[in-house]
Every structure is written in C-alpha cells, then in structure tokens.
C-alpha cells in the first residue's frame, strides 16, 4: 500500500525557534509534495509545495525534497505561537489523488 | 481572496437517509474534489472530477456515493443511503490544475445516526 508517514508528535518548539517536521513516503515515482496546515477544527491550508530535489523557501517556510531518500521536510524558522497547528506532508502518488499522512501536532511555547 | 464555499456546514441525518453536500468552487479552477476527515484521523481522498466526469475515484467512493456539477456551478457529493461509518467532516477543494495545489472549503461535518 502506498504510504506518507508523519511523526504524530506533538513536538513542543520555544518561541523564535526552529520547528523542524520530516515525512516520508513509499512510492518512488511520486512527483509531487505538499505541506498543508491544519488548525483544529478547521480546513487544510497550502502553504508549501515542492517538485524537485533540493529547498525551496517561502518567507520563514522552507522545504527539503530527496526523492532518493523518499523524504520531505518543513521547516519553520523564528517559531511564533500562531504556528501552532497539525502539518500535514500529502504527496501525489496517484495521478489526481493526493495521499495525506496523519499529521505532526505542532505548539510554539511562548 | 477568492474561496470554496460549503454548505450545509453541519448536517445531522438518520441512518439510511440520502444526503447531499454542496460546495461552490473558485471561479476560474477546473478540478474538483471531495475529501474526508474521519474525527481524528487522516485526510483522505474521496473522488477527483474534471471536464464533467470523474476522473478517479478511491475504494471508500463505492456505489452509494454520487457527485455532479448539475449547474455549471455548485459541485455536490450525494450519499444514497448513509451509514454510521459514513459520520465525518467532508472537504470540497478545487485547483486550477492538477498538481495538488488544492484550495479546500471550511468543510461540511456529516452525523449519522
């Protein structure tokens, strides 16, 4: 079965630190990679997608792709409390389908 | 900024009773999908539809559910006959393509009891 497997957490980061949250996943042909933020309660928000190898930054937002290693990561620098949210890796392993991992609880420690 | 639009946002039902979710997309996007959220659990991909038709569908997508664009418009999600397990929050999205850059709408919480 193809997989995106997500550390649930939480993970607890101090204010104006960085949060780091890392994804993997189980088919080698996906091409497409995605964060998504969800806060409680509420819908899933795009806020970072990446195609090739290597980091892509957006503001305070950076992801790392190694499709060799089957990998993503976010990472989240100078932590602030409204980061607090559940991060969700997706991946498009299916040609219209986007397969969600559970999730990492995100909280930014004032 | 332009936004999916669902409605009803709660909706309490009966089990064996039909139901249909709305969702009105953003106006210049070509590819719509419902997803769902089972309380606490994962997101998970319900049916693709671009051009009118489906274009993929998962195993849960079984014969008691439906979708339409009947308009031109409103993008709707039928259950013919709903069941316990079918209890979830259901997410329209759209995007422009489709790479997976979605666009979701604040959702729809489904009861059945």
């Known amino acids: 079965q193809k997989e995106v497997e997500q550390n649930s957490g939480p993970l607890s980061v101090p204010e104006g630190a960085i949060a780091s949250l890392n994804c993997t996943y189980s088919d080698r042909v996906s091409q497409s990679f995605f964060w998504y933020r969800q806060y409680s309660g509420k819908s899933p928000e795009l806020i970072m997608s990446?195609?090739?190898?290597g980091d892509k930054e957006d503001g305070r937002f950076t992801a790392q792709l190694n499709k060799a290693s089957q990998y993503v990561s976010l990472l989240i620098r100078d932590s602030q409390p409204s980061d607090s949210a559940t991060y969700l890796c997706a991946v498009n392993i299916e040609r219209e389908k986007l397969t969600f991992g559970t999730g990492t609880r995100l909280t930014i420690i004032p | 900024e332009p936004e999916v639009t669902q409605t009803p946002s709660h909706q309490v039902t009966q089990m064996g009773q039909e139901v249909i979710l709305r969702c009105v997309p953003i106006s210049n996007h070509l590819y719509f999908y419902w997803y769902r959220q089972i309380l606490g659990q994962k997101v998970e991909f319900l049916v693709s539809?671009?051009?009118?038709?489906?274009?993929?569908k998962s195993e849960i997508f079984d014969d008691q559910f439906s979708v339409e664009r009947p308009d031109g418009s409103n993008f709707t999600l039928k259950i013919r006959s709903t069941k316990l397990e079918d209890s979830a929050m259901y997410f329209c999205?759209?995007?422009?393509?489709?790479?997976?850059?979605?666009?979701f709408g604040e959702g729809s919480r489904l009861t059945v009891l």
């Open positions: 990446i195609y090739s190898n």
């Open positions: 539809f671009y051009n009118n038709e489906i274009s993929e």
């Open positions: 999205a759209t995007g422009q393509t489709n790479t997976g850059e979605l666009f």
